[in-house]
Each structure stands twice: as structure tokens, then as C-alpha cells.
């Protein structure tokens, strides 16, 4: 899987919207874009993912560029739970390729009230 | 709640023990994975189960094993330990072979060696 490359940290704002970036400028044209967050003392959770089109959700949106070497998340109005390690992930599409994740070290995020 | 559970919640064992982690997947999830988490190495993959079988393989010491039962609950049994284990172990869970499927990630086991 290609590797992604996130800022180490970003603050926010409470109800503020914030956006994640990520860049991944090796990435394949079977490679799918996930996002996940770990919230302190927790195991890490799905927030979306998506191949070419934006992605929208309950939680979050997903923003492609249209060369694919980078997206972005948004989280529309951030609160206090908000606050977590956000990491941006490619998975093969590949049929036969792992399901496994690779985590970087992924940006966390700080949500000040 | 991922629905995915994990027992126990915290391990404190001496050096040279073995331990065993146990993972009860989602309901309906075929696979289950299994992450070590520390300080200086982060989150890393150790390794996948889909119905029973090993799917893959990741950065999994020859003293850890794993298996997954028929009724799809997975164990990581980790052996000889040493200070170095002591980190988070959590396991995931998906419908499929996790092309892809979403990950439902546990709350994790404590490993504390002394």
C-alpha cells in the first residue's frame, strides 16, 4: 500500500469546521482513501473512505482531488469529542489484495472549547 | 460499541510468561484482525483470520500465535514475554476479507510486563 503523508498536529475550534489534509502522491488507481480516529483510550474508529468522488457521511466529509494525490477531511462543526489522532489510510482495491491497515502516525487534532 | 469485545481489558504478567488475548468479533463478521499498539512503534498489524483461516501476516513475532475457533471468536496467545510487549493489543473485526470492508476495532487489551 502507498505510503500518506498528514501534518503531526491541528487545532480547532468548538463548532468550527475543520479541514484534515492528506497527501498521498504515490497512490494507485486501485487504491481506495480511509479515514479512521482514535479518540484517547479508545480503539480506533472508521470515519469514511472513497475512491474518486467526494464521500459524505454522518460524521464526516471526504474531499478528492481530482489527481488523487491528495484529500481531505472535513469535519463540519467540531466539538469536544472530536478531539483525537486522525488517520489517513490507502487499501488496495485489489480483490486479492490484504485487508489489513497500515497506520502512519496520523495527525491529532485539538478541539479548544 | 463497535460490538466487537475484547478480554480481559488489563494484563500484568512478569517477564518469560505466556498470556493468552481473546476477541469476540461483530455479529456476522468473518474476519478478525489483530494490532499492537506502543509508544515508539504506533499501530501495527499483526495478523488476519477469515473463517478460520490465516488471510495474512504482519509484523507478528515468532513467540505470538493466533487462532480463530469455529464460532469465529480469535485468541492471540503471546509467550516468553519480554518488556518490549508490554503495549495495547486490540483486535478488529469485518464483514469480508476486508478489500473493502470497514475495520470495527475493540477496546483493546492492556499488556503491562514487568
Known amino acids: 500500500d502507498a505510503k500518506t503523508t498528514q501534518p503531526n498536529s491541528m487545532e480547532s475550534n468548538e463548532e468550527e469546521p475543520v479541514h484534515l489534509p492528506c497527501n498521498h502522491s504515490t497512490i494507485s488507481g486501485t487504491d481506495y482513501i480511509h479515514w479512521y480516529r482514535q479518540l484517547p483510550s479508545q480503539g480506533p474508529e472508521y470515519v469514511i473512505h472513497g475512491l474518486t468522488s467526494n464521500v459524505n457521511n454522518r460524521m464526516a466529509s471526504l474531499a478528492i482531488a481530482e489527481d488523487r494525490k491528495s484529500s481531505t477531511l472535513i469535519l463540519h462543526r467540531a466539538t469536544l469529542r472530536d478531539a483525537a489522532v486522525y488517520y489517513c489510510?490507502?487499501?488496495?482495491?485489489?480483490?486479492?489484495?490484504?485487508?489489513?491497515?497500515?497506520f502512519g502516525k496520523g495527525t491529532k487534532l485539538s478541539v479548544k472549547p | 460499541d463497535s460490538g466487537v469485545t475484547q478480554t480481559p481489558k488489563h494484563l500484568i504478567t512478569a517477564t518469560g510468561q505466556r498470556v493468552t488475548l481473546r476477541c469476540s468479533p461483530r455479529s456476522g463478521d468473518l474476519s478478525v484482525y489483530w494490532y499492537q499498539q506502543s509508544l515508539d512503534q504506533g499501530l501495527q498489524f499483526l495478523i488476519q483470520?477469515?473463517?478460520?483461516?490465516?488471510?495474512a501476516k504482519g509484523n507478528i513475532l515468532e513467540r505470538f500465535s493466533a487462532q480463530q475457533f469455529p464460532d469465529l471468536h480469535s485468541e492471540l496467545n503471546l509467550s516468553s514475554l519480554e518488556l518490549g510487549d508490554s503495549a495495547l493489543y486490540f483486535c478488529?473485526?469485518?464483514?469480508?476479507?476486508?478489500?473493502?470492508?470497514?475495520?470495527?476495532f475493540g477496546p483493546g487489551t492492556r499488556l503491562t510486563v514487568l
Open positions: 483470520y477469515y473463517n478460520g483461516e490465516e488471510r
Open positions: 489510510i490507502l487499501k488496495s482495491g485489489y480483490g486479492g489484495s490484504q485487508g489489513n491497515l497500515i
Open positions: 478488529a473485526s469485518s464483514v469480508g476479507r476486508g478489500t473493502y470492508n470497514e475495520q470495527f
